[in-house]
DNA sequence: AATCATCCCATGTTATCCCAAGGTATCCCG
DNA sequence: CGGGATACCTTGGGATAACATGGGATGATT
């Protein structure tokens, strides 16, 4: 299966659209998957976006609830509730949708992130900050000491 | 199969018209079923509603029990019983009934939220609140806490 | 007769589609 | 290894269609 990789950082337009990077598109067709299925992130101001799979995970998150109890309903207010697929133009563009630019803080510029299954949509200083603390967990998680001091060369 | 997903905040006009989104309009003829059905809401102040999808999960969830328990009664009474079948007209819109502005509190503004097999209506600052709460639950059941107080750049 | 609900038409707004062109990376060939 | 041509990616703007919304007319109901 192929996966979403690496960051791209693109412009949007004065009508609110920015074009895919186009290794994603590349992945969203593979799935069969008209458009772009997105949710605001459970734990970031972010959105995640992506395809079938995306949409599978979700469905399975939420389908070991009976359709009418409380649990269910929780988890689709915020799964699906909070979601949407946008449509894509012959060009491979969306346009970024106002709850995106609430939930984000999105202006004018964006970062697409690949995390595997999926990819983030972020505003570019918020995920600077991000990407700093996700790098110090990750270094907790492996149980690395951060062992010397190692350093580029100058 | 297409779900209902994503929330669309309308005003209802002076007749009490409003009309359903169009990608849960475009859901319900996909069903093949006119109108729309609208039932009490069991744990909230809002009203579920649907097409054929949502009929189907009442009759799953009923199915259950024997068709004479008691139990099966009062299912059947609460969910089949309670409920209404409003006309689309020719642009989309319903008629929004006395009923759903007192059980919701719905003035002359409206959300519709989808979840999955049926969306929800509630009064749109309702919701508000009753999305934060379902968030924070759905974080505990996904079984994580949120880490980061990092919001979106004002 | 009056009220309410449904149907029909009209309009402003928004989003979607379509066409066109510049830039950039890739590939091929010398 | 270097240069050039090609194809893809990205960006821009204008035309078109769909949507949401408002008001009026018709017919049923009480």
Chains 1, 2 share one sequence.
Do not use: N
Request: net charge negative; charged share 25%.
């Amino acid at each position: 299966m192929q996966r979403f990789l690496g960051r791209h950082a693109k412009r949007i337009d004065s009508k609110g659209r920015v074009s895919i990077p186009a290794p994603f598109r590349a992945i969203l067709v593979a799935d069969a998957f008209e458009g772009l299925f997105c949710v605001r992130s459970l734990f970031h101001p972010a959105v995640d976006a992506g395809g079938k799979a995306l949409i599978d995970a979700i469905d399975t998150a939420i389908g070991g609830y009976d359709a009418f109890s409380p649990d269910h309903l929780d988890l689709a207010t915020t799964l699906l509730g909070a979601g949407d697929t946008l449509t894509i133009d012959g060009e491979g563009r969306i346009v970024v949708p106002d709850w995106i630019r609430e939930t984000t803080g999105i202006g004018d510029e964006i970062v697409f992130v690949g995390i595997g299954t999926r990819f983030q949509i972020w505003a570019p200083d918020v995920f600077t900050r991000r990407e700093a603390e996700a790098r110090g967990r990750a270094l907790q998680l492996m149980g690395t000491r951060a062992s010397s001091k190692m350093e580029p060369a100058p």
